[in-house]
C-alpha cells in the first residue's frame, strides 16, 4: 500500500471493495497492459474480471442487482483501475454514466428494463453528446429527433463516442423541438434518447451506423468511434424520463459525476507515473551514485508527490460532496481541472527522471505520456472548467453594492 493518497473515514466494505480491485489490478492489469495498448486491442479478459467483480453495477442500487455503492467508492476504484490502465477505466466510465442517468432520470419502466442488466454487465452503455463540428458547445448540437407517431426518427451525426463499438446501449442526445414555441432557449429543446443496437461496426440496427474505431495518440484499446444516425426510428418509451426537453440537464448531471471520474483517472494516472519515477531514479546510477541521491532529481519526486496528493485530496472532496446531496459543480470542476493538469505534469517529470529510456516503448511510461493528454479534453478541456468555476465562484460571491 502506497503512502501517498490514502483516503480518511472509509468504511470496512469500501476498504474490501478496494483492496479486491487493487489486486486486480497488479496481478491482471499492470502486467498485460503496455502490450495491449501497443496492439490497441480491446482488453476483453479484463472486462470479463471486472465483470465478475460486480464493478459494472458498482453504484446500480441493490434493487436492481447492483452494489449500491456510493460515487466515492466508484471514484476510488476508478483511481485505482487508471494506475494499471487508464483505457479500462474508460470502458467502465461511460456504462457508468448511462446507469446514473438510468437512475437519477428514467421511467420506472426504464429502471426495470436496463438496470439488472446493465449491473450484470450483459448490457454496455456509451453517451452521445458531442458533434463533429462542435466539442465542449453543447447547445450547438444539430441532430434532430422528429416525433412521427409512437416512434421518434432521428437523424445526424456524433462524434468521439467512448465504447461506441463495444456498446448495447447510447444515451445520444438530439433537438426535439416539438410542443416548445419558437425561440425556446437550445438547451430547453434537447431530449436524450436511449438507442438500443447490437455491439459491432457497420450498419448495427437499422438507420444506425458505427463507420469504426477513431486512430488515436493514445487511450487505446478502449474503441472511441462516430455514430450516424439515417432514419434511426425509436419508440417514444425510449425517451429518457418519458418527457422531451429535459436531455441537457440530464446529460450535464451526468457529466458532473462524469468529471469526479476523469480527476479520478488522473489521479490513478500520475500515481502511477510517480511509482515508475521513484523506482527506477533509485535503480538507475549516475557519476558513481543513485540519481535520487542527486538533489535535481529528489526535487522533482518532492513536487511529483505533493500533486498526486493534492489532486487525490481535491477529487475525493469533489465525490463525498455528490455523495451528500450537495450541488458539486464547482468541486467537480476544480478536481478535474487540477488533476488532469497535474497528471500530465507528473508524467512529464516521471519521463525526464528516465532519461532517453522514457522514450523507449519497452518502459512504461512512454506510454502514460500518451495517455495523460486525453484527460486534458476528456469531459470539457480545462478552458471549460475554468468557466464553469468561474461562473460558480461569482455566484458564490456577488458583490452586494
Not at 147 to 175: H, I, P
Not at 191 to 212: D, S, W
Not at 222 to 248: C, H, K, Q, S, Y
Request: proline fraction near 3%; aromatic fraction near 8%.
Amino acid at each position: 500500500m502506497s503512502r501517498l493518497a490514502q483516503t480518511a473515514g472509509l468504511t470496512d466494505i469500501q476498504q474490501e471493495i478496494l483492496s479486491t480491485v487493487r489486486d486486480f489490478v497488479d496481478k491482471e492489469i499492470i502486467p498485460v497492459a503496455t502490450e495491449f495498448e501497443h496492439r490497441d486491442e480491446y482488453p476483453q479478459q479484463i472486462v470479463d474480471g471486472l465483470k465478475e467483480l460486480g464493478l459494472f453495477g458498482l453504484m446500480i442500487p441493490e434493487e436492481y442487482g447492483g452494489l449500491g455503492e456510493s460515487l466515492l467508492t466508484y471514484a476510488l476504484c476508478v483511481e485505482e483501475i487508471a494506475r494499471g490502465w487508464m483505457s479500462v477505466s474508460g470502458i467502465i466510465n461511460t456504462h457508468f454514466i448511462v446507469a446514473y442517468m438510468l437512475k437519477q432520470h428514467g421511467t420506472q419502466e426504464q429502471k426495470d428494463t436496463f438496470l439488472p442488466r446493465m449491473a450484470a454487465g450483459e448490457v454496455r452503455g456509451a453517451f452521445s453528446m458531442s458533434e463533429p463540428a462542435l466539442g465542449s458547445d453543447v447547445s450547438a448540437i444539430t441532430s434532430k429527433g422528429v416525433q412521427d407517431g409512437e416512434e421518434y426518427v432521428l437523424n445526424g451525426q456524433k462524434m468521439w463516442l467512448t465504447n461506441g463499438g463495444s456498446s448495447t446501449l447510447v444515451a445520444v442526445l438530439c433537438r426535439s423541438d416539438e410542443g416548445h414555441p419558437e425561440g425556446t432557449p437550445a438547451h430547453k429543446s434537447m431530449t436524450t434518447f436511449l438507442v438500443e443496437k447490437e455491439p459491432g461496426f457497420g450498419e448495427v440496427r437499422p438507420g444506425l451506423t458505427i463507420p469504426g474505431k477513431i486512430e488515436k495518440m493514445g487511450y487505446k484499446g478502449v474503441d472511441t468511434t462516430e455514430l450516424i444516425m439515417d432514419g434511426l426510428r425509436i419508440p417514444a418509451n425510449r425517451v429518457l424520463g418519458g418527457a422531451t426537453g429535459r436531455g441537457f440537464y440530464q446529460m450535464m448531471d451526468g457529466v458532473e459525476v462524469g468529471r469526479v471520474n476523469v480527476a479520478a483517472r488522473g489521479c490513478g494516472v500520475a500515481q502511477r507515473a510517480f511509482e515508475l519515477g521513484v523506482s527506477y531514479a533509485q535503480q538507475r546510477h549516475t557519476f558513481g551514485k543513485a540519481i535520487a541521491q542527486h538533489q535535481a532529481i529528489q526535487f522533482k519526486l518532492a513536487e511529483m508527490a505533493t500533486k498526486v496528493e493534492a489532486a487525490h485530496a481535491m477529487m475525493v472532496n469533489a465525490a463525498r460532496k455528490k455523495d451528500s446531496g450537495e450541488r458539486n459543480d464547482l468541486e467537480a470542476g476544480m478536481a478535474k481541472y487540477l488533476a488532469s493538469e497535474y497528471c500530465k505534469e507528473v508524467v512529464e517529470d516521471a519521463f525526464r527522471i528516465h532519461g532517453g529510456y522514457g522514450f523507449s516503448k519497452e518502459y512504461e511510461i512512454e506510454r502514460l505520456y500518451r495517455e495523460a493528454p486525453m484527460l486534458l479534453i476528456g469531459e470539457g478541456t480545462a478552458e471549460i472548467q475554468k468557466m464553469i468555476i468561474g461562473r460558480r465562484l461569482l455566484e458564490e460571491y456577488r458583490f452586494q453594492g
